[in-house]
């Protein structure tokens, strides 16, 4: 598929805009979820994170000792996380993810709310097409009724429960799902619940 419709032009070049003070934003020094994610890991597993912005949630897992890819649609941020981790950032959209069975697992922290609401199940096959057998899927996305752009410009696939149930559903053959809605905030500091989702593939 071509990537030309699967990402959102205009969200990605705010991010390239603000990548300089995005990338500092004060982010709570502890992500629980993140380390459940991490504790149920092999050490040293491969992970591949989309979305990385600033490379904070990259940082934490390579200090942890995984084998850590990071990757950004914005060239700005990229290079931000670059500075952050002193490696390499990979350049790429969501809709260019074409590995096969390479890592063992996926973070996507608020990041895959910007993929537009008809794309996001190619990109969450192309996310089980990249994973190992038994690989582990974490992504958070931000409630709502339906597609829609924030005080920023910035789009969000906003779904429903039951719609991104559905999405899952349809996009790969993914085992033990489970979404858990939490309070949570963003840039714009407009509060919202989160359904955050974590899944296996088997
Ligand atoms: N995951 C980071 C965190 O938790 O701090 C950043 C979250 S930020 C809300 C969303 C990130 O997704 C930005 O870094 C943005 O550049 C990236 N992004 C948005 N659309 C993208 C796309 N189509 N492909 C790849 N990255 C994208």
């Known amino acids: 598929m071509s990537d030309n419709v699967a990402h959102d032009a205009q969200t990605l070049a705010f991010y390239d805009r603000e990548a300089a003070s995005y990338a500092v934003r004060p982010k709570p020094e502890r992500n629980p979820r993140l380390e459940g994610f991490m504790a149920a890991l092999k050490p040293g597993a491969s992970v591949l994170e989309l979305g990385c912005g600033g490379g904070q949630d990259s940082e934490t897992m390579i200090r942890a000792g995984f084998d850590v890819t990071p990757t950004d649609g914005s060239p700005g941020l990229a290079r931000e996380a670059e500075k952050r981790l002193g490696r390499p950032v990979k350049l790429m959209r969501f809709a260019e993810l074409d590995a096969l069975a390479a890592y063992d697992a996926v973070w996507a922290n608020a990041c895959l709310l910007h993929v537009p609401a008809e794309h996001l199940g190619d990109v969450l096959t192309r996310i089980f097409v990249a994973l190992k057998p038994g690989g582990r899927f974490y992504a958070s ?33 993914w085992i033990d799902v489970t979404m858990e809605e939490a309070p949570g905030g963003g840039y714009d500091g407009v509060p919202r619940t989160f359904l955050h989702v974590t899944a296996l593939k088997p």
Do not use: C, I, V, W
Not at 163 to 170: D, N, P, V
């Open 141 to 173: 996305y931000k409630m709502g009724d339906g597609g829609d752009r924030d005080g920023l410009g910035r789009y969000y696939n906003f779904p429903s429960r039951a719609r991104l149930e559905a999405t899952y559903r349809q996009a790969g053959a």
